[in-house]
């Protein structure tokens, strides 16, 4: 179990004991989050009926990332470590029935899509459209951030480049992208979920990255791959939503006029 630091920003107004404060960037206008580790997060929060409050004002945590969480009084970082905290202190763990070699399966396909999926999606929509693909999903856009977007834009690609993604051009990046998700798609095939007719910690994981896929990323080099080769995984999306987002809709921004 993590530890974790003291909280100095918890509200004046007392919070019940082992509620959750999920930090959080605001919603967006065609997922509840634009990022896939803050809706992995609200997701298993939902899975496991852990009651929770979203702080929106405060989206980065004291390590510089997001999503982070407020519980009982302390900080904690990192969506899975929040998580595997949660489920120990829950008792929430949807992976027992699962073996050895199975649970070793589930964390390689969820380590590949968010270590290594995940910078596809991040050069896609911040590198290679220059950071239009965030403007569009993200209505809540600082109109300041237009005249830093190559600034940031500039420091994402040093990061991308730094993880090594980065460093290859974009047709083989784009490349890569599809043998993940032709993997990732193999994997899950016919089931209802990664391992079996119920979803556990790992499709929490998936959901994340792969929602961004289907509704964040109009005009990817993936979107009609969704519709034809891949439509499992959207699939897979859309039962997850359906499971466990029934609010969907509701907890959208609203689409505003172009300025």
């Known amino acids: 179990m993590m530890s974790g630091s003291t909280n100095k920003k918890k509200s004046k107004k007392s919070i019940d004991e082992n509620v959750v404060i999920l930090h959080q960037m605001d919603r967006g206008v065609f997922a509840p989050s634009i990022s896939p580790f803050p809706l992995k997060l609200e997701t298993y929060l939902r899975m496991a009926g852990i009651p929770y409050q979203n702080d929106f004002k405060n989206p980065m945590g004291p390590n510089g990332k997001t999503p982070w969480m407020t519980f009982n009084g302390k900080n904690y970082s990192d969506s899975q470590l929040c998580l595997e905290l949660l489920a120990e202190k829950f008792q929430k763990d949807f992976s027992g029935h699962l ?100 979803p556990i910690e790992m499709d929490c994981a998936m959901f994340g990255i792969l929602s961004q896929l289907v509704w964040c990323m109009q005009g990817s080099p993936y979107e009609q791959h969704l519709k034809g080769e891949f439509t499992n995984l959207k699939e897979f999306c859309q039962r997850m939503k359906e499971k466990f987002w029934p609010d969907w809709d509701q907890c959208l921004l609203p689409m505003k006029p172009s300025l």
Do not use: C
Not at 121 to 135: E, I
Not at 177 to 193: E, F, H, P, Q, V
């Open 99 to 198: 073996t050895g070699e199975e649970r070793a399966i589930a964390r390689s396909f969820q380590i590949m899509a968010e270590e290594h999926l995940y910078w596809v999606l991040v050069l896609w929509r911040w590198v290679y459209t220059k950071g239009k693909t965030f403007r569009d999903i993200q209505m809540n856009f600082p109109t300041a951030m237009r005249y830093v977007m190559p600034l940031v834009v500039r420091r994402i690609k040093g990061q991308a480049s730094a993880q090594g993604m980065g460093r290859h051009s974009q047709n083989d990046v784009i490349e890569m992208g599809l043998k993940d998700l032709r993997a990732i798609s193999d994997y899950l095939g016919t089931k209802l979920y990664f391992t079996g007719d119920k």
